[in-house]
């Protein structure tokens, strides 16, 4: 296997561009395609300051990584879900990451910050840890960029997280979402900081391979509530249907974005946008999806704690 571009020996073949590449082209195909990705979609450009959520996995490093060397200002937000040993994991990559090329972290606590970690908030609400915890994610996000006046929030979302995510929001027509889903999402409002996934026309086994060949050190462990998530069941679906048909799930998502999600736009909802009532985000009803959760859990946690001790006879 040669590289398409110098002829020398390969380390990284793609089947879906019918290519292969040499270490230093390949490095330049992935840097292309992030830059490509950002000018294609206007997500930003070297004067905005971006906040980049930083898991401490290998798409959210590889990002940061790549920002910084394309010469964009990036700092990164690190959330610590309070997740067993895997968030202390994953803070602990984080924080040699951006210490070692002297970049900036913010690091969010929540169970300092909201008094429940992911896995106490998701046993007192009664829910799957992935929701609360995906919806927490979301908020803080934007709520740090907003307050710390950031222009963009970006994040590591890559090929096979888009195409799974497009699969089961077809499978269940949820035209809200197959509306919304984009790489880049406009601010709509001064509250509401743009969104961007420059990594989006790459795959997880694209950026694990940028982020060897640069000697970053991430998170190799899935979050212990990972498994049985419909995201990997979609994810293998679609990767077994690549293996047959290479160039499948690229097809899928970008010709989704060219030709079917403006018909989805066109059709789509608007909703007006007001600030909750409890902590001043923009949201469509009185309080925002966030408040009304936390809030449930905190009334949820005061009730336990009135409930008179159970008498033993
Ligand atoms: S798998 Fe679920 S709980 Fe774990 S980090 Fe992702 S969203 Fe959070
Ligand atoms: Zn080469
Ligand atoms: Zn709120």
Redesign the pocket.
């Known amino acids: 296997m040669r590289c398409l571009k110098c002829g020398e020996k390969a380390i990284m073949e793609l089947s879906r561009h019918n290519s292969a590449f040499c270490q230093p082209h390949y490095v330049e195909y992935f840097e292309n395609q992030v830059e490509r990705a950002i000018r294609r979609h206007q997500m930003f450009d070297r004067d905005d300051r971006i906040l980049v959520g930083v898991?401490g996995g290998k798409d959210s490093l590889s990002l940061w990584h790549v920002l910084v060397r394309l010469g964009y200002r990036a700092a990164g937000l690190h959330i610590h879900?309070g997740?067993d040993d895997?968030s202390k994991t994953s803070y602990g990559k984080a924080l040699s990451f951006a210490r070692e090329r002297g970049l900036e972290l913010i690091a969010v606590e929540l169970a300092e910050r909201y008094g429940m970690n992911?896995t106490q908030l998701a046993r007192t609400v009664r829910q799957a840890?992935?929701s609360g915890?995906?919806l927490s994610?979301r908020y803080i996000l934007n709520r740090e960029a907003y307050e710390r006046g950031f222009d963009v929030v970006a994040t590591g979302h890559n090929l096979d997280d888009e195409a799974a995510t497009l699969l089961g929001n077809v499978l269940h027509w949820q035209i809200g979402y197959l509306a919304r889903q984009s790489p880049v999402l406009s601010s709509a409002g001064e509250k509401l900081v743009k969104k961007a996934k420059p990594l989006y026309t790459l795959t997880e086994r694209e950026t694990a391979a940028y982020a060897l060949l640069h000697d970053i050190d991430y998170v190799v462990e899935?979050?212990?509530?990972?498994p049985g998530?419909k995201s990997l069941f979609y994810k293998d679906v679609l990767a077994r249907i690549e293996a047959v048909s290479p160039g499948t799930k690229q097809r899928f998502f970008c010709e989704f974005l060219d030709h079917a999600r403006p018909r989805f736009r066109a059709g789509g909802d608007e909703h007006t946008l007001r600030d909750c009532a409890m902590c001043g985000q923009p949201t469509t009803a009185e309080l925002c999806a966030f408040c009304r959760l936390w809030e449930r859990a905190q009334r949820r946690t005061a009730k336990q704690k009135t409930r008179p001790p159970a008498v033993s006879v």
């Not at 899935?222 to 990972?226: H, L």
């Open positions: 898991s879900l997740i895997y992911v840890p992935c915890c995906g994610k899935e979050c212990p509530n990972a998530a």
